[in-house]
């Protein structure tokens, strides 16, 4: 077989160039080799030497050099500004964390270098002097499409639990096949990944779910998945019963999955949306199976998966209210829509429409339900293109107005709250003059009362309770220790109000 061309940065050549000239054999090792070998430009370029650590620093005296893993071997050289990480030749031993070798041997050779290496494709070297190094068959393997440890395969995985999911990362970015022996270690040796740090695992699944074969990954090795995510085992093979959906409700999550853009929060919303659907599930007297109220349980249980992913904030508020809002309408005609959009707000009115296309697509029964998606997204673009008042702040009148109409303190706030509602209903409302209207046609509908005997807290939420249960009431603002209670609402009956709270032992002023 030809050799592939390769090719390093300059300033890498003229590191290796001095170090060769000083007798000391190197060579561009790693992921940049085998990205380079099957034609994909290397996202950095690591070198490795015969030469020491302190031998290293002599000859690179007159560049930047850091010490960044020096009992490993390791230190780096700023070439032109570049860094370039220069690690000597060696063999490890005993790992007795489950990731750090607890000993490191130089060693001259870079044939026993490669021999400790996870995987034979990240076990090449090149070397502009001697060419490609490829003592177990990386490149062979590259062609293939396979992927197989380096010797012994439970051995290497052993020695660093997180290669099983590293494995499972080239399968779904690169789709690269796993090798039956080494296949057989990542099933058997999973129980090993309770030892990696949550961090580590959490970078290595998210480049799982989104590249281009995350579905056959998870349908391939649910059993690692679960290690890492316990909350999810019960959705492994729980058939749904239910004609809306094809699938049980792992692999309906998968394919709802795949359905959706490889993006990190909404790849991970989509494998947690269901999560809750096998607490809840129940079958009718007809063995139809139901769901109610799983979006609310499965928040609770995707509660505890992202705490122990360690997420960062954004990225766990962004997927808990993806879950906890997946199954909810967006809105079926401009009303309905308008609300929604006020709601969610237009980022996550869209990621929420991108949830429940790929949601449906994931139901493989009806994908005619899709037309009624796309028809909320054209509502959404149509609101959008009206400009339409969403928020309190897109009101034709603010909070000074309503001071200037005679409101004070909170009252301001509902009712602006209140104005908005009505535009939210009817857009045409928000001008000036409508919203005095309106403003004018609320203070009909609003009473003023002086309470005795509310003189403590418990007081002021009896007085607010009971008020609130009335026919017409929309609102009640009590203040202490004033005694004074706003009522807001619709067909107030003064009557009832003071018998009500008559009858609960309060005196009442009107007015």
Known sequence: M???????PEAALRIMTRLETAGFASYMVGGAVRDEACGRAP???????????????????????????????????????????????????????????????????????????????????????????????????????????????????TEDALRILRALRFRAERGLRIEPATDRALRSCCALLERVSAERITAELLRILCGAHAG?????????????????????????????????VWEHSVRALEGIRPEPELRLAMLLHDCGKPVVFFTDEAGVGHFYNHPKVGSELAKQTLSRLRLDNRMYDEVLYLVRHHDEPLGVNLKSARRKLAVHGEERFRKLLAVKKADCIGQGTAPENL??????????????????????????????????????????????????????????????????????????????????????????????TLLERLDGVSHVQAELPSGRVTVTGSRLDRARIRDVLADAGYEVVIG
Not at 2 to 8: G, K, Q, R
Not at 124 to 150: I, K, Q
Not at 237 to 245: C, D, I, T, V
Request: aromatic share 8%; with cysteine; charged share 25%.
């Open 216 to 248: 056959r990954v998870l349908m391939e090795y649910p059993e690692i998945f679960v290690k890492i995510l316990p909350e999810l085992a019960p959705m492994v093979g729980f058939e749904q019963h239910n004609y809306h959906h094809r699938y049980d």
């Open 371 to 464: 037309a009624g998606l796309l028809e909320t997204e054209r509502l959404l673009e149509q609101v959008l293109e009206q400009d339409a008042c969403l928020k309190i702040k897109d009101l034709a009148v603010n909070g000074h107005d309503l001071m200037a109409w005679g409101l004070r303190g909170p009252e301001i706030g509902h009712c602006l709250a209140e104005l908005l509602e009505r535009v939210l209903d009817d857009p045409s409302c928000n001008t000036p003059n409508r919203l005095r209207e309106l403003f004018e046609s609320r203070a009909a509908n609003r009473m003023e009362l002086t309470v005795s005997g509310m003189s403590a807290k418990f007081c002021e939420i009896n007085v607010c």
């Open 43 to 157: 996202h950095d370029c690591d070198l490795c030497t015969a030469a020491l650590p302190e031998q290293v620093e002599r000859l690179f005296s007159d560049c930047r050099v850091i010490e960044t893993g020096l009992k490993h071997g390791t230190v780096t050289v700023l070439m032109d500004g570049e860094p370039f990480e220069i690690t000597t030749f060696r063999t490890e031993s005993g790992y007795s964390d489950g990731r750090h070798p607890d000993a490191v041997h130089f060693v001259p050779s870079i044939e026993a270098d490669l021999a400790r290496r996870d995987f034979t494709v990240n076990a090449m070297a090149w070397s502009p002097v001697r060419g490609l190094c490829d003592p177990f068959g990386g490149l062979d393997d590259l062609n293939c499409g396979l992927l197989r440890c380096v010797g012994e395969p439970e051995q290497r995985l």
């Open 2 to 8: 030809t050799e592939p061309e390769f090719w390093a």
